[in-house]
């Protein structure tokens, strides 16, 4: 799966008042692009605060971190103070796992009782903050299959689509330290932890060793892995890489689901609070003010 000082400056943007015909039906999301994240109104990270009716949703545009300094965790804090919600949503975690699923309760347990509560980053400790004030989360995002079968669907190669969505964690594992490289001694191990995971009830069951990625890496580039100095970009929407028509695909689905999440939420719980990466909260910006009206916003820059 799957980026200020502590105090926020609330700047000019006011929710839309609401009529009795009440709101245009928003459309779904677009693709995401560099461009159409320039176009939000700050950069993340940045709280936006949508407010429609008795409906209001909480939106941490964040860029992840494990570092408790970090602007991102102060707005974590701030939307659980100004929100007031009555439901959470996080990333990385499947909701089919349900409400308040067991492996980030367990996680979010032990890093709490270790007084670690960042080292995960924001998603655990959205979850730390959520169980502290027994406040239901869900995870935000489709099933692995559901993605995997609807690139599938879309025309990709079993190996493309599946590599696709490996970047993501490696990037993750280069930022927390696991590993530096594909040159890391270590790389090989990380790669086959990920992708094992990953492939587990993947139809039609897809090459999760390491052997097999870099052959595909050589053959859809001409170049080794270890000598591509650009090898992470390929997580990059935008990058002309060999997934890039897989990397957009992946985070529309990603997106639409956790667009059509929101809406569900806030019919059945009125006050919500989102936790996920700025880039998402890009491909849904418009829809998200057609709902419920322009955003009061914190942070940013």
């Given at each position: 799966?799957?980026?200020?000082?502590?105090?926020f400056?609330l700047?000019?943007?006011?929710?839309?008042?609401?009529?009795?015909?009440?709101?245009?039906?928003?459309k779904?999301?677009?693709?995401?692009?560099?461009?159409?994240?320039?176009?939000?109104?700050?950069?993340?990270?940045?709280l936006?605060?949508?407010?429609?009716?008795d409906?209001?949703?909480g939106?941490?545009?964040?860029?992840?971190?494990?570092?408790?300094?970090?602007p991102?965790?102060?707005l974590?804090?701030?939307?659980?103070?100004?929100?007031?919600p009555r439901?959470?949503?996080i990333?990385?975690?499947?909701?089919a796992?349900?409400?308040?699923?067991?492996?980030i309760?367990?996680?979010a347990?032990?890093?709490n009782?270790?007084?670690?509560?960042?080292?995960a980053g924001?998603?655990?400790?959205?979850?730390q903050?959520?169980?502290?004030?027994?406040?239901?989360?869900?995870?935000?995002?489709p099933?692995d299959?559901?993605?995997?079968?609807a690139?599938?669907?879309?025309?990709?190669?079993p190996q493309?689509?599946?590599y696709a969505?490996l970047?993501?964690?490696l990037?993750?594992?280069?930022?927390?330290g696991?590993i530096t490289?594909p040159?890391?001694?270590?790389?090989d191990?990380?790669?086959e932890?990920?992708a094992?995971?990953?492939?587990?009830?993947?139809t039609?069951s897809?090459?999760?060793?390491?052997g097999a990625?870099?052959?595909?890496y050589?053959?859809?580039t001409?170049?080794?892995?270890?000598?591509?100095p650009?090898?992470?970009?390929n997580?990059?929407?935008?990058y002309?890489?060999?997934?890039q028509?897989?990397n957009k695909q992946?985070?529309m689905?990603?997106?639409?689901?956790?667009?059509e999440?929101?809406?569900?939420r806030l019919e059945t719980?009125?006050r919500?609070?989102?936790?996920y990466?700025g880039s998402h909260?890009?491909?849904?910006?418009?829809?998200l003010v057609?709902?419920?009206?322009?955003p009061?916003?914190?942070g940013?820059?």
């Amino acid at each position: 799966m799957i980026e200020l000082n502590r105090r926020f400056a609330l700047l000019s943007g006011f929710s839309a008042a609401g009529c009795a015909a009440g709101p245009p039906p928003p459309k779904g999301v677009s693709e995401f692009s560099l461009a159409l994240q320039a176009r939000l109104p700050r950069r993340p990270p940045f709280l936006a605060i949508f407010e429609y009716g008795d409906q209001t949703l909480g939106f941490v545009a964040a860029r992840h971190s494990i570092d408790g300094d970090h602007p991102t965790f102060a707005l974590v804090r701030t939307a659980f103070n100004a929100v007031q919600p009555r439901a959470v949503i996080i990333e990385g975690i499947e909701t089919a796992h349900g409400e308040r699923p067991r492996q980030i309760v367990d996680q979010a347990s032990r890093l709490n009782a270790a007084s670690t509560p960042f080292a995960a980053g924001e998603a655990v400790y959205t979850a730390q903050l959520a169980m502290d004030r027994d406040i239901p989360f869900w995870g935000g995002e489709p099933s692995d299959q559901a993605i995997y079968a609807a690139l599938l669907a879309g025309g990709s190669a079993p190996q493309d689509a599946f590599y696709a969505s490996l970047f993501g964690p490696l990037e993750q594992s280069r930022r927390e330290g696991d590993i530096t490289g594909p040159d890391d001694p270590r790389f090989d191990t990380v790669f086959e932890r990920w992708a094992r995971s990953s492939a587990r009830g993947l139809t039609p069951s897809p090459d999760p060793s390491v052997g097999a990625f870099r052959a595909w890496y050589r053959d859809r580039t001409g170049l080794d892995l270890n000598a591509d100095p650009d090898w992470l970009a390929n997580h990059d929407p935008d990058y002309a890489g060999p997934v890039q028509k897989e990397n957009k695909q992946h985070m529309m689905i990603r997106d639409q689901h956790l667009f059509e999440l929101i809406l569900s939420r806030l019919e059945t719980h009125d006050r919500i609070l989102v936790v996920y990466g700025g880039s998402h909260i890009a491909t849904m910006w418009r829809p998200l003010v057609r709902k419920l009206g322009r955003p009061r916003l914190f942070g940013g820059a």
